[in-house]
């Protein structure tokens, strides 16, 4: 029987869908939500997962959708300039366009929320367009059932969205851990599949972050080692063996930084393919991290074996 009050879940249903404008640092309180209301309220559940699945997944195809228009726009901008005797008022002209389209398609993410949080708030059933009537199917949430005697939400379908969700995080930079660690906290002792999809996920967006510091590190480093040794040698025409090895160390760093940058976009698509995976019924594994988090989860659930290694 759901002992909590209809005001509690719908308090609990705003909050889960206005942590979206906080652009992925909101991710902690859909999870918090779903946690709290597991087996107490179908609808702040299938709410806190619907927000959950917006900040995450939501926001993966809108930043997509965003980058294309802002590319298209951009080229179009471009070919449109025919003359260059008002150039300057052209691109100021593109430059007001393109803040203006930028915060317009903000204001289209945070829309869909607020409209989210304001129905919550009068008691209604909310869905998001499209992933709203799938999610509530593939959960079996059905908003028209009894309160006395409700049929629970599909636990394995709950736990794989929110494992989903996780994975789908990696492209919001350093805030997706969140979602992981959240769900590994609240839910990791209850479910062994969301606690190592969630581990593994958080390594995975770990090392996804130490790969783009170290691509700024090498990235500034090479500068800095650059303009060092040029003023350690001094300005002249005949290169001195202090700048030569600064401009090798420079061209050096430029390169390992390009190659971790070309890189991070195929760790994105990764962490997005492990979510869609997961979605489908599979246990996905990352190559690396996933052998790692299988050895550590598996000496912590057994004892002898972290003995036996030691």
Not at 40 to 49: E, I
Not at 69 to 98: C, G, K, P, R
Not at 174 to 202: C, D, E, H, Y
Request: proline share 3%; hydrophobic share 50%; aromatic share 12%.
């Amino acid at each position: 029987m759901n002992n909590r009050s209809p005001v509690e879940d719908r308090v609990w249903a705003v909050i889960a869908h206005l942590s979206a404008i906080a652009m992925g640092m909101g991710l902690i309180l859909p999870i918090i939500g779903w946690s709290e209301s597991r087996r107490k309220s179908n609808y702040t559940s299938f709410q806190s997962l619907q927000a959950l699945g917006y900040q995450s997944l939501g926001y993966t195809i809108w930043i997509l959708v965003t980058l294309i228009v802002v590319i298209i726009t951009s080229f179009t901008a471009v070919a449109s300039i025919t003359t260059i005797d008002n150039l300057d008022q052209e691109i100021m002209a593109i430059v007001i366009a393109h803040t203006t389209l930028m915060f317009g398609l903000i204001g289209v993410y945070f829309l869909l929320p607020i409209i989210g949080a304001l129905t919550c708030a009068f008691g209604k059933d909310f869905r998001y367009p499209i992933m709203g009537n799938r999610l509530a199917k593939y959960l079996g949430y059905d908003d028209s059932q009894s309160i006395e005697e409700p049929a629970w939400l599909d636990e394995e379908h709950e736990e794989r969205w929110v494992s989903s969700m996780g994975h789908f995080a990696v492209i919001i930079l350093f805030w997706g851990m969140l979602a992981p660690v959240t769900a590994w906290i609240m839910q990791g002792n209850r479910s062994a599949f969301l606690k190592f999809q969630s581990v593994q996920a958080v390594v995975f967006q770990a090392g996804t972050l130490v790969l783009s510091m170290v691509s700024g590190i090498l990235y500034f480093g090479g500068a800095a080692i650059l303009f060092l040794s040029i003023g350690v040698s001094g300005f002249s025409n005949d290169l001195s063996p202090i700048s030569l090895l600064g401009i090798v160390v420079f061209f050096g760093s430029m390169l390992c930084a390009a190659v971790i940058i070309l890189l991070i976009p195929l760790l994105h698509i990764m962490g997005q393919w492990a979510g869609y995976r997961i979605l489908k019924g599979d246990d996905y594994r990352y190559p690396i991290a996933g052998r790692l988090v299988e050895k550590w989860t598996s000496r912590k659930s057994n004892p002898q074996l972290e003995e036996t290694s030691q």
